[in-house]
C-alpha cells in the first residue's frame, strides 16, 4: 500500500539558509500535519491543512511556512534557519478531520550547522 | 489548549511482565487518544487508539483505558517480549486537525 512520501529524507544546511521539505500524502488523504522532532523529544504539532487549507496551527516559528497544493502535497518552508531547528521533521496524512489515524512518513532529517 | 502529560519517562521490565503507561490531559473536550510506538530512527506507528465513547479496548497483548472524568487514560502491555522495546507516545485530539504528544515513555524490555 502506498505510504506518506517525504523528501529529502535527509538535508544540510548552514545557518540562515533556507530548506524546503515536501510531503506526498497517502493517495485520498485530504490532511497534512508537520510534526518537529528533535532528539529524544516527542513530536512537537508545527501546523495542518484540510482540503488545501491551513486547518490548525502549533508551534510553528514565524520563519516557518507551508502550503499544500491542488495535488493535497505539502511543502514546508524554512528560512533563516537556527542550529535549534536541527531535527527529524514528520508529515502525517489522514482522511477527513483528524480524530483518526495519522499516517506518519519516514521523515525528514535536517541538519543545521 | 491542550496539554498531555506521559509517565513514567523509562520504564525497564523483564519479558513476560506487563508495562503500563500512563497519561492525563487536560482538554475535555478531547475526544480521540492513540498511542504510538516509535523505533529508534523510524516513524511514529498507530498501536492501538480509543474514542471518548468507550472506557477499554483491547487488542491481544495491547489493551487501553481511558477515564473521562478523571482525564486519565493508559496502556497496557501484558506478556512483553523484547521487540515491544521502543518509545511510546500517547496522544489527544480535540476533534480538530491537532494531535498533541505526551512526551514519550522508553520501554525496555530485558530477555
Known amino acids: 500500500a502506498a505510504g506518506v512520501i517525504q523528501s529529502p529524507r535527509h538535508l544540510i544546511k548552514e545557518k540562515r539558509e533556507t530548506a524546503t521539505l515536501k510531503c506526498y500524502p497517502i493517495p485520498r488523504h485530504d490532511t497534512v500535519y508537520w510534526y518537529q522532532q528533535g532528539p529524544g523529544q516527542d513530536p512537537q504539532f508545527l501546523i495542518s491543512?484540510?482540503?488545501?487549507?491551513?486547518?490548525d496551527k502549533g508551534s510553528i516559528p514565524d520563519r516557518f511556512s507551508a502550503q499544500q497544493f491542488s495535488d493535497y502535497h505539502s511543502e514546508l518552508n524554512m528560512s533563516s534557519l537556527e542550529l535549534g531547528d536541527s531535527a527529524l521533521y514528520f508529515c502525517?496524512?489522514?482522511f477527513g478531520q483528524g480524530t483518526g489515524e495519522l499516517f506518519f512518513g519516514e521523515g525528514s532529517r535536517l541538519t543545521v550547522l | 489548549g491542550e496539554n498531555v502529560e506521559q509517565h513514567p519517562s523509562t520504564l525497564s521490565v523483564q519479558e513476560g511482565d506487563s508495562a503500563v503507561i500512563k497519561c492525563t490531559y487536560s482538554?475535555?473536550?478531547?475526544?480521540?487518544f492513540p498511542w504510538y510506538k516509535q523505533e529508534l530512527g523510524k516513524r511514529p506507528q498507530l498501536i492501538i487508539d480509543?474514542?471518548?465513547?468507550?472506557g477499554e479496548k483491547k487488542d491481544q497483548r495491547i489493551a487501553v483505558t481511558l477515564n473521562k472524568t478523571a482525564k486519565h487514560f493508559s496502556l497496557h502491555i501484558t506478556e512483553t517480549q523484547p521487540e515491544d522495546s521502543a518509545v511510546y507516545f500517547c496522544a489527544a485530539n480535540g476533534g480538530g486537525f491537532k494531535t498533541i504528544f505526551g512526551a514519550g515513555t522508553r520501554l525496555f524490555v530485558k530477555a
Open positions: 480509543i474514542r471518548s465513547n468507550v
Open positions: 482538554d475535555s473536550a478531547s475526544n480521540y
Open positions: 502525517a496524512s489522514s
Open positions: 491543512f484540510y482540503e488545501k487549507m491551513q486547518s
